[in-house]
């Protein structure tokens, strides 16, 4: 899901670089509108990324290969709005320690990476609700794995729309290019494991830790 | 993990100016799509290697990461891309555009993997952080990206433990994935409630050690002129790149 540094033209690497900015700046204002306390935030958005570099070092086995998590989905709906400068903290990370993706696309890979995140946690507030009660397990598992899923799969479209657009405009033939069509079908597994990984993860903090993902206990 | 205590290419620079030297270079290697300007990126990428003294093993670590993907594009676009054939093997043909295409983009990439990792591990993070801070990025970003380096090993580490310990008690033996999705979701939650309160403890301790949003004061000296000139060496074979590109060399 990384682009690596080289194969982006400067335009788009400029251009990732400003709309995560925008991207950037906007989710801080809106978090910060919500209920910011900056002895919590700071220390939460830090130990979720760690947790998005660790879990991308985990790999799983899936016969012939192997895969590694994302936890965008998870990231999403532990940060909300703070999705976006997690993101970018790990991928930076994940740049500066591994190689991998890169520092010139580290613009467009957040936005990659991070948007659909975003939106996954937005999504699971959505399916949760605003309410003073916890759901049910099977209305936060549905809620967990939704958003768990939708996180990568909507990354690897993003990707997808990213890479036919420019790749023929760099030079590379559109009957390669064209060949990226299939990228979602084989980030399915993927996205079937990540709503799995997702739905047991956010069920398991409901229990512990609810405030973590955005649920109040009731009391009533 | 690497060693990002820093290396011999620390010694008497402005981290700033540093910093905006490699960024300005790394951003201008983009831009290196012909046999003159990539020429330029690969003697200035040469120089600053030699220069930093990091070993050939640690660059070419990093180079392996994406190498079997770029390769495969490589070969498929030296077989598909182009009308004039440089070569012909049996059925296959080898096309020169396809070719060149693909030269120009692997020696591109070599070149900027290259500089980003002399950057990141010759020079310590720390000092990197602190020069990013001096060129206006957020405060609270700096905050994240210090408590997560400070975080990271930690949470490697208590993964360890908590997979070790499952295994002991006989949850996970098997290496199969429904038994890894069995217990990772615990393991992965744990981990990011004890990291919580943790990490928490952690900022406040760096709060009152001087770190933070407002707690800090610029601590860099004024560039020197030889900090001026490492800019301007930086910004001119930056300009050069890019002038040679848009000119299609």
Redesign the interface.
């Known amino acids: 899901m990384h682009l ?7 335009s788009i ?2 251009g990732g670089y400003a709309l995560t900015g925008i991207a950037l700046s906007a989710s ?1 204002r809106i978090g910060a509108k919500g209920s910011y306390n ?3 935030t ?10 998005f ?3 991308s ?2 790999h ?3 016969p012939p290969s192997s895969i590694h998590l994302m ?1 965008t989905g ?1 990231t999403g709906i ?1 940060l909300g709005w703070y999705t976006l ?2 993101v ?3 991928l ?2 994940q ?6 993706g ?3 696309t580290l613009g467009v890979n957040t936005l990659v990476i991070g948007l659909p995140g975003l939106l996954s946690g937005l999504l699971f507030r959505f399916m949760t609700g605003r309410g003073d009660h916890i759901p049910g397990k099977a209305g936060i598992m549905t809620a967990g794995f939704v958003a768990g899923a939708f996180a990568p799969f909507t990354s690897s479209i993003l990707l997808t729309i990213l890479l036919m657009g420019i790749l023929p405009i760099t ?3 559109t ?2 290019s064209g060949t990226t069509i299939w990228l979602p079908l084989a980030y399915l597994p993927l996205t079937v ?1 990540e709503g ?2 997702t739905a ?2 956010v ?3 409901s229990r ?2 609810p405030s ?1 993902i955005g649920l109040r206990i009731n009391n009533a | ?2 060693d ?1 205590t820093g290396g011999r290419f620390t010694a008497g620079r402005e981290p700033r100016m540093r910093l905006m030297g490699f960024v300005l270079l ?6 290196a799509d012909g046999p003159c300007s990539l020429a330029v990126a690969a003697a200035a990428t040469a120089a600053l290697f030699l220069l930093s003294g990091i070993s050939l093993e640690r660059v070419l ?3 392996m ?2 190498a079997i993907p ?1 390769a495969i ?1 490589v070969i ?2 030296a077989l ?2 182009g009308e004039r054939i440089l070569l012909g093997i049996g059925p296959l043909q080898i096309r020169t ?1 396809g070719t060149l ?1 693909g030269i120009y ?1 692997i020696g ?2 070599v ?3 290259t500089t ?2 002399i950057l ?1 591990e010759a020079v310590p ?1 720390g000092e990197n952080l602190e020069a990013m801070r001096g060129l206006g990025v ?1 405060n ?2 700096i ?3 210090m ?6 090993p ?3 580490e208590d ?1 360890k433990v908590l997979r070790r310990a499952a295994k002991l008690r006989g949850f996970g033996h098997a ?3 429904i038994s ?2 069995y217990s ?3 393991m ?6 004890r ?2 309160i ?3 403890r ?3 301790a760096m ?1 009152l050690r001087g770190y ?2 407002g707690n800090r004061t610029d601590t860099h000296e004024r560039p020197g002129a030889r900090d001026i000139l490492i800019l301007s060496a930086f910004a001119s074979v930056s300009l050069t790149l890019i002038l040679l590109s848009l000119k299609g060399l």
């Open positions: 690596p540094d080289g194969l982006l033209p400067p690497c400029l801080l900056r002895s919590e700071v220390p939460t958005i830090a130990v979720m990324t760690a947790m570099f660790s879990l070092l985990v799983l086995p899936l936890a998870l532990v400068p997690a970018l903290a790990g930076f990370f740049a500066v320690m591994f190689g991998h890169g520092l010139t030079g590379v033939p009957s390669v494991i799995i990984f047991a993860t069920w398991f903090l512990v830790h973590l | 993990m690497p990002m790394i951003g201008s290697m983009t831009f670590r990093r180079l990461i994406p770029l594009l498929v676009l598909t891309s555009e295409f983009l591109r990439i070149c900027i993997i980003v990792t990141v993070f957020p609270m970003m905050d994240i990206l408590l997560t380096a400070r975080y990271i930690v949470a490697v993964m290496t199969g994935l890894f999705m990772l979701p615990m992965a939650g744990s981990v990011l409630v990291g919580h943790r990490t928490s952690i900022h406040a709060i933070g949003d």
